[in-house]
């Protein structure tokens, strides 16, 4: 355990590094959400009484997602992983007394954590100073809060526990482009990435709040928001630790498959 | 003139070769490129099942102005993404090597690296061009077909106006500024609707500083019968569009200094 926290150690002050990107990027996430909370006026201002949130829920959602991007974007994936599988660097990983599965979780998630944190905080800021319904709201209540924060961490596990598929099928494809632009949509759409959930219609959520993909941002970000509450809230965070384990039983799974069929091919 | 499409050809020529030998990964890829520009339409789409309308535009209304701005987007990028990948030309001196060159800097760097894979991309731009133009439900007139021709060019030409400001920066920045992709991507992503729906002072950004709703909202206004008739001519503004992006191009140019590696 002590050598994967040493690698999230390491990952974790790399990725603290890189500021200019950082500034960079908080910039356009501003430009972003501002346009998604604009184009959710004008549909409030066509209908309100169809939006199935308020609007300054949904507005707390969208800065939300922007402030945790780097969390829950599955295009957020580690090209280093995918290098190494093609040109063999990943013989050198193998030669050390360590699980290849683990070692990338824990890298994963420093990555992941090491980035949101230097992002947040930018954007959490600012928008809790814009006027009324467009800023970020202040939670609910403590106790949500603190769900908020268990969600978010969870969430970003199962996002993490999802890729990690995605490297694994690397191993027996090698060209991984095409599953990776797949698999990136399909998560990005059924989390809620393009429109939030509730915004879809009652049968469709239905099902989308089963899959692992609403164990993603979905939980924390509506948490937050006061949008799901008491029964329907202790139900998304079973269905959440659930698909966790799932995710990473299968990944743990194929990995041990890949490792007994890995041929390094010199180089 | 003849002679730069020549070479731009031959380019073409040599980049297919290439990308056909991985033959699988290819189709994959354009499998890939294809699905996921859906998801644009998706939202569109399920935004509509709840609401009818937004800002006074019916759903059929939204997809004719959603596809024929997709449609503009890919034309640019079949001809200019090859931009992306300036800043790593600068970076490993591959810039350089074009810069001795007796021809066109400009041209060389496009056929640098053609993305065929976004064949794909583009199938999906003209299923949704289609699938808008159909359902658009509008009266077609010759000046109204001129009008979505002109768009179309317009449009194309103010995204490749856009890709060559986001190369012509890298001369000072020497690394690609994620923030370019609010005015790329963003731009792609967020003229699904109309730019009006966003607010007056983004149409004001949009008609004065980067011409967005001059090939968008404006003509689609004439063709759907809202607009005066002289809106039609507004896509010009795209090709206006080009001259500051090239001016700017030139500038860096002349500012360049070789990285040497």
């Not at chain 2, 020549?6 to 290439?18: G, R, T, V």
């Not at chain 2, 209304?61 to 890919?74: A, H, K, P, W, Y």
């Not at chain 2, 690609?176 to 966003?198: F, Q, S, W």
């Amino acid at each position: 355990m002590k050598k994967y926290f040493s690698f999230f150690k390491l990952r974790f002050s790399m990725g603290l590094q890189y500021r200019t990107a950082a500034f960079a990027g908080i910039a356009t996430q501003f430009v972003w959400g501002s346009m998604e909370i604009l184009m959710f006026r004008a549909f409030y201002e066509a209908d309100a009484s169809a939006f199935p949130m308020t609007l300054q829920a949904t507005c707390s959602y969208v800065w939300m997602q922007q402030a945790f991007l780097a969390l829950f974007m599955a295009w957020f994936m580690e090209n280093e992983i995918f290098d190494s599988i093609v040109d063999g660097n990943i013989s050198y990983e193998l030669c050390r007394p360590i699980n290849v599965y683990d070692m990338w979780f824990a890298r994963s998630t420093a990555n992941r954590f090491s980035r949101a944190i230097l992002r947040c905080f930018p954007v959490l800021i600012f928008s809790a100073f814009l006027p009324a319904p467009f800023g970020i709201m202040a939670p609910v209540s403590v106790s949500a809060f603190v769900w908020f924060l268990i969600t978010l961490i969870l969430g970003a596990l199962v996002t993490i526990a999802f890729c990690m598929l995605v490297y694994m099928t690397c191993f027996f494809t090698v060209s991984s482009l095409g599953v990776r632009m797949v698999a990136v949509s399909v998560v990005e759409f059924f989390q809620g990435g393009v429109i939030p959930i509730p915004f879809f219609p009652e049968k469709l959520q239905k099902v989308m709040e089963l899959l692992p993909f609403a164990s993603m941002q979905n939980v924390a970000l509506r948490i937050y928001s006061g949008d799901l509450a008491g029964v329907q809230m202790k139900k998304a965070i079973i269905l959440q630790v659930f698909w966790l384990v799932v995710l990473v039983a299968i990944g743990k799974g194929i990995n041990r498959l890949a490792m007994k069929k890995i041929v390094i091919q010199g180089g | 003139m003849w002679n730069s499409l020549q070479l731009y050809a031959h380019y073409f020529k040599i980049q297919f070769h290439s990308a056909m030998e991985y033959k699988t990964s290819f189709i994959l890829t354009c499998i890939g490129q294809f699905l996921v520009s859906f998801n644009v339409f998706l939202g569109v789409f399920f935004m509509f099942k709840r609401f009818h309308n937004v800002s006074g535009y019916t759903y059929s209304e939204v997809m004719l102005c959603f596809g024929i701005t997709l449609m503009e987007f890919s034309i640019a990028e079949s001809v200019a993404r090859g931009f992306d990948t300036f800043p790593s030309m600068i970076a490993n001196g591959v810039f350089d090597h074009i810069m001795v060159r007796p021809r066109n800097e400009i041209l060389q760097v496009l056929g640098q690296k053609i993305e065929f894979t976004r064949i794909g991309r583009i199938l999906q731009a003209v299923v949704m061009f289609s699938y808008g133009i159909m359902k658009s439900g509008v009266q077609w007139s010759l000046a109204k077909v001129g009008t979505v021709l002109f768009m179309l060019l317009g449009g194309a030409a103010l995204f490749c106006g856009i890709f060559l400001i986001y190369a012509a920066i890298c001369f000072f920045t020497l690394e690609g500024l994620e923030i370019m992709n609010i005015l790329t991507d963003g731009a792609r992503e967020y003229g699904k609707y109309p730019v009006n729906i966003y607010g007056k002072k983004v149409l004001f950004i949009c008609t004065f500083f980067v011409p967005y709703a001059l090939i968008q909202y404006y003509p689609l206004l004439y063709l759907l019968d809202k607009g005066a008739w002289w809106y039609t001519l507004l896509p010009a503004g795209g090709f206006l569009f080009l001259l500051p992006c090239y001016g700017l191009w030139r500038l860096g140019l002349s500012h360049y200094k070789s990285v040497g590696s």
